[in-house]
């Protein structure tokens, strides 16, 4: 993993032409003018001009050590910001056997199938329901759409075994429904192959502004491609933007609101380059029109849980009918097997449209390597 010094954090301005800033700074003056709501952005092509979150900021803690239907580590997790619930995914314990199978499953094979435990929990993290998914993949990024009072699941789906660990190759849609066990050939999957022949692929849902993003792999290299949800459900697959994916670490989950990509990396105490308190966990910020890496910052918070890998990334909307109010939240697991914990912290300051335009890219000869590299 590398990692950055005191004088590698320090940014440099971008070299613009006076023609291409000029451009900038009066879209930017123009999309200023525009009443800050879901619907008009959702109703604007330049949806991806926004605020962007200040990662550098103290991290306060939403949800600690709480636990999950099963004792693994927690992948990833999504927020239903209008029924106030959390969905996290995890890999399936080993030595379980579920209805239609022949025999207790050991954890190496529900890791190499892609079967997925999902639980429900409030928000304050106490846990409510609970759902298995058998061949979808490893959890890596999942999103939630609510529609009324029911949740859709946006995970992928269709696992291929790679290595020792399945690995989705669709994305599919599915309603919440405790209890319930699904397969990759339930009715309930609606299934949409947004890129031909890409493997890898996960998802992650802008409820704040009505997108979906999505990572995948073509030819060993990863991308994001930005889309409208409602057009996706019509299969109709224009990208707004698509991106490559900077350099980073282990990577632990993406989120995207607004113009800004949100990468997370990182691996549990103990591993190579992760040293309790510091760690290594990263998050990075990524300019969607431009594919620029705009900041990166260390996290520290959680420093005292046990094991501590990052999990996940997540938009958490704190009041839905004003989507100018969210959070970026991000996961640790913490505790040691079988009994592995959720946590989850944020940060929530958000630098206006026009501060973070004259944010300035993050060198290319610094310790970024800006090539894309696989997880």
Avoid: C
């Amino acid at each position: 993993m590398k990692s950055f010094t005191g004088t590698m954090n320090q940014v440099i301005r971008r070299s613009f032409n006076r023609k291409h800033l000029l451009k900038i700074v009066i879209g930017a003056a123009l999309l200023s003018l525009l009443p800050l709501s879901s619907s008009t952005i959702q109703a604007e092509r330049d949806v991806l001009k926004s605020k962007m979150f200040v990662l550098s900021d103290p991290a306060s803690e939403w949800i600690h050590e709480k636990a999950l239907q099963d004792g693994t580590v927690m992948q990833s997790f999504a927020f239903d910001n209008v029924n106030q619930h959390i969905y996290v995914v995890q890999l399936m314990a080993g030595g379980q056997q579920l209805p239609g199978e022949n025999a207790v499953v050991s954890g190496a094979n529900r890791d190499a199938n892609g079967d997925l435990a999902l639980t429900q929990l409030d928000m304050q993290g106490n846990k409510l329901g609970y759902m298995y998914l058998k061949g979808f993949g490893h959890g890596v990024q999942i999103g939630v759409e609510t529609v009324g009072e029911t949740a859709y699941l946006w995970t992928e789906t269709d696992s291929v075994k790679e290595g020792s660990s399945g690995w989705g190759t669709q994305i599919g849609r599915f309603p919440f429904e405790n209890g319930k066990i699904l397969s990759t050939e339930s009715p309930e999957i609606e299934k949409y192959r947004l890129v031909e022949g890409a493997d890898r692929t996960t998802v992650n849902i802008d409820a704040a502004n009505g997108l979906l993003t999505l990572r995948y792999r073509v030819n060993g290299v990863f991308r994001f491609g930005v889309y409208e949800l409602e057009e996706i459900k019509k299969n109709q697959y224009t990208p707004l933007a698509d991106v490559l994916q900077p350099a980073v670490g282990t990577f632990q989950g993406f989120a995207s609101y607004g113009g800004y990509l949100y990468l997370l990396e990182g691996s549990s105490y103990g591993s190579a380059g992760s040293v309790a308190p510091i760690g290594n966990t990263y998050i990075t910020a990524v300019d969607l029109n431009t594919g620029d890496v705009i900041d990166k910052q260390l996290i520290t918070a959680g420093d005292t849980l046990s094991f501590r890998e990052p999990e996940g990334l997540s938009i958490h909307l704190t009041d839905s009918r004003h989507p100018e109010n969210a959070q970026l939240s991000f996961g640790f697991a913490s505790n040691f097997t079988p009994n592995r914990l959720a946590n989850i912290y944020y940060v929530d300051r958000l630098l206006p449209p026009e501060a973070a335009l004259n944010m300035p890219a993050l060198r290319t000869d610094s310790a970024i390597d800006m090539e894309a590299i696989t997880d």
